[in-house]
Structure formats: structure tokens, C-alpha cells
């Protein structure tokens, strides 16, 4: 299930960076993994959403039409399988038949299609995902599995834009301005809650995979101060924090974050070299989350 929510953060990937996770030793098992956030969130919408942040909580919320593992590789997600023409202009996509969205009804080739016409729409500020579609020639819906993509142009690097997070048409239709909080997604997590500048909780949907998903929560706590951040990490508080050059020296000395944490190191996006330090790490999710986060 979900290839792309399963590497949910390696779409952006590629710069130093170190960071911490507790010890495998000291590793305990338990279902509520606690992230963090500089700030809190403008809204939950994938399409229109353009802060750095927002991709952290969507992610695991949201699945795109295809999915970006570790090595940057195209692998199936909502669409199970996808040809293209020989000339580069046709793209056939055939869904999952299982994907559902939180409300139980199904993915569609229809959300596929308003999702890209909204992305298409010159009134939605859609800025990270219009550069794929802006030739779009025709959009396609034979049945409810299969999506036809036309453009008027080829383009080598297309299918990276088919990673766009697909979102519900019928949610979209019957209250577009709540779509953002609530929103209806169709990822192995929806929302729980929102206390505003505090933190986001998301729960496990029913239908996903408790072996491949294996917290039941995720809770990301919203901290803009880095030292504030720093000292929740170092006493065990946080399953990931972010540590700056000036931290890093104490992170690998003091006794707190060293019972608790262990420094990794991982590329990421951008060239400078930053620092981030995930905290206790019990699982494969979490893994997932350490070797790709953005920084």
C-alpha cells in the first residue's frame, strides 16, 4: 500500500544534514510518534499549499497519482500502472481500485481529472505544481479507473508532475472553503485535531495498514523557538527536532540528548549543511522519516 507514503518525505532530497534518534537499545515501542512544526499551518490544502511545513503534515494525509522513493525513482501510487505514448504527448494511468477517501467512497479517474484542472485553474494559486500541466491538451476519463492525460508538448521530465497529491472532487464540490480544515484525504492518516499554534494530531485510518503504518497518532508539535525545541528534543519529548550548527555541540555532549537521541546523518535538499535531530525512532515509518525529512 501507498509506496509513496511509505518514503514520505523523498521527493525533495539531496544536501548534508545531521540529526539524532534515540539508541537502538533504549528503543521502546509505542504508538504515538511526536514530530514537530517552526509553526503552525495555514491550511491542509495540497494543492495550494506552498510553505515549507505543510508537505510534512500532508504527506501522510494525501496520496499522489505517483509516487518519488529514495532514489528519486517514479513508483506507483494512487495509479498502480501507467504507459506512455512513444511520442511523449499520452499518458494512461490505471488506479488502485482500493483507494478510498476518509468518508469511505472511492479514489476516481474524477478526482484525478478536477484535481489536475484545478491545478490548471488560473485563480488557484497552485505555484508548485502548474509548470507540469500548463499544455495540457485534454483530460480523459474512459471509466472510473483510468485516467488519459494529452499535452500538446512532450516533456522529458512529465512524470514528475503526476507526483501532485490528488484531491476528493465530491468534498471539493459540496464545501470548497473548508477543504483546508478539515480536509478529506485518502493516506493511511486523517486528521484528528488542530489546536492552533499548538500542535496537529493525525490518527491511523482504519483501512491502513497497522505493519506497514505502525503509530497509531502522529502529533506535531508546533515550536518556532529553536532553543525550546532543542530542550524538548534533548529530554526525550520528540521523535525528530531540528538542531542548528550552534547546537550541535551540545547535542553531542550533553548527557540529556545523548540518554535520548543519537546524531544521523542523511542528505537532503539544498547545498548548505544543516542539522536536524530525530529523536526516538521505534520504527520503520519513523526510519523512513530520518533518512528523507526536509530540513
Known amino acids: ?26 528503543t521502546l515501542v509505542r504508538d504515538t510518534l511526536y514530530r514537530h512544526l517552526d509553526g503552525d499551518l495555514t491550511g491542509l490544502d495540497p494543492t495550494t499549499a506552498n510553505e515549507e511545513l505543510a508537505p510534512r503534515v500532508e504527506e501522510m494525509m494525501f496520496r499522489s497519482l505517483v509516487g518519488i522513493d529514495r532514489e528519486l525513482r517514479i513508483v506507483p501510487a494512487l495509479a498502480l500502472s501507467w504507459a506512455v505514448s512513444s511520442d511523449g ?9 482500493n483507494a478510498r ?8 479517474s474524477a478526482d484525478v481529472a478536477f484535481t489536475i484542472d484545478r491545478v490548471r485553474n488560473p485563480q488557484v494559486p497552485a505555484v508548485n505544481w502548474k509548470w507540469g500541466f500548463e499544455d495540457v491538451a485534454k483530460v480523459e476519463t474512459p471509466d472510473p479507473l483510468t485516467v488519459i492525460v494529452r499535452f500538446d508538448h512532450p516533456y ?12 476528493s472532487a465530491a468534498a471539493f464540490t459540496k464545501n470548497p472553503d473548508a477543504m483546508g480544515r478539515p ?20 490518527v491511523r485510518r482504519a483501512d491502513a495498514s497497522s505493519s506497514q503504518f ?17 530542550q524538548a528534543g534533548s529530554r526525550g519529548d520528540l521523535d525528530e527536532f531540528k538542531v542548528t550548527r550552534d547546537q550541535r555541540p551540545a547535542a553531542e555532549r550533553g548527557a540529556d540528548c545523548q540518554a535520548h537521541n543519537r546524531l544521523l546523518f542523511w542528505r537532503t535538499a539544498g547545498s548548505a549543511r544543516r542539522s536536524r535531530c530525530p529523536g526516538r525512532a521505534p520504527t520503520r515509518l519513523s526510519a523512513s522519516i530520518r533518512r528523507t525529512a526536509q530540513v
Open 1 to 26: 500500500m501507498i509506496r509513496r507514503l511509505a518514503f514520505v518525505f523523498a521527493s525533495m532530497v539531496l544536501a548534508a544534514a545531521f540529526a539524532c534518534s534515540r539508541p537502538a537499545a533504549k
Open 89 to 97: 504527448l499520452i499518458y494512461d494511468f490505471r488506479l488502485d481500485p
Open 101 to 108: 477517501w476518509d468518508d469511505g467512497s472511492p479514489v476516481t
Open 156 to 167: 522529458a521530465e512529465r512524470l514528475l508532475a503526476f507526483n501532485v497529491p490528488i484531491v
Open 183 to 202: 480536509p478529506v484525504g485518502s493516506g493511511p492518516y486523517r486528521l484528528e485535531s488542530w489546536e492552533p499554534n499548538q500542535k496537529i494530531t493525525l
Open 214 to 230: 505502525p503509530f497509531a497518532r502522529i502529533v506535531f508539535r508546533v515550536i518556532p523557538d529553536n532553543a525550546v525545541r532543542f
